[in-house]
């Protein structure tokens, strides 16, 4: 398997664009998480996404952000409008519903100008 | 509030000695704590696991230490080598509460030749 795969590595947009943010987890996986690393706050947990079934959202800082899992192998995260402090790198995971471990994408880096 | 705090952004160690990263938490509902690395641009890959019910837990260079009663964990690294140099995350997980995990800010861990 390649792995979480995370679309794009890089994206550089202009304050008040939408962002969309794409996570193709591991097959089979039935966890989901996504997470935001910025300086100041570490690696901090967005939300998380059981069997496509949202379970937690109560890191997504606010109504700007959304996140979707239409299906099994995909998931979207999405800020609109941007903001300059929403630079970070994203981080999508998947994880088996009994294993520890997750496996993490290569992340987002994205900033807002 | 933090549930998992790393208090220690930064720990600078000569290549050879032990390194110590910890870290505090305060919430005791959790089944395990898990550790991952982080490279500058990569995602975080999983390092070791304790489970709630141990206190110790080795694998080759690496121990993690929990004490429940003081709500702490620390992990250690002997020998610390250059390679080992990278941002450092603890974190609970709960898998009885679907999977639910919570980071900390990370440590970042320069191992000096």
């Known amino acids: 398997d390649a792995g979480v795969i995370q679309s794009p590595r890089h994206e550089v947009t202009e304050m008040g664009q939408e962002v969309t943010l794409r996570c193709k987890p591991i097959s089979g996986h039935n966890s989901l998480f996504w997470y935001r690393q910025t300086m100041m706050r570490g690696l901090e947990l967005l939300i998380y996404f059981n069997n496509n079934v949202p379970i937690d959202d109560s890191g997504m800082p606010e109504d700007r952000f959304s996140a979707k899992m239409p299906n099994a192998s995909f998931s979207t995260l999405k800020i609109q409008p941007s903001e300059p402090r929403d630079s970070a790198v994203y981080f999508c995971?998947?994880?088996?519903?009994?294993?520890?471990?997750?496996?993490f994408g290569q992340g987002t880096r994205l900033t807002v100008v | 509030d933090q549930q998992v705090k790393q208090n220690s952004p930064s720990l600078s160690v000569q290549e050879g000695r032990i390194s110590i990263l910890n870290c505090d938490y305060t919430?005791?509902?959790?089944?395990?704590f898990l550790w991952y690395k982080k490279y500058p641009a990569e995602g975080p890959t999983f390092l070791i696991s304790i489970s709630s019910i141990k206190d110790k837990n080795e694998d080759g260079r690496f121990t993690v230490f929990l004490n429940k009663s003081a709500k702490h964990l620390s992990l250690h690294i002997v020998p610390s080598q250059p390679g080992d140099s990278a941002v450092y995350f603890c974190?609970?997980?709960?898998?009885?509460?679907?999977?639910?995990?919570?980071f900390g800010a990370g440590t970042r861990l320069t191992v000096k030749p």
């Open positions: 974190a609970d997980y709960r898998f009885y509460n679907n999977n639910d995990m919570r």
């Open positions: 995971a998947s994880s088996l519903r009994d294993d520890t471990e997750a496996f």
């Open positions: 919430n005791s509902m959790f089944d395990y």
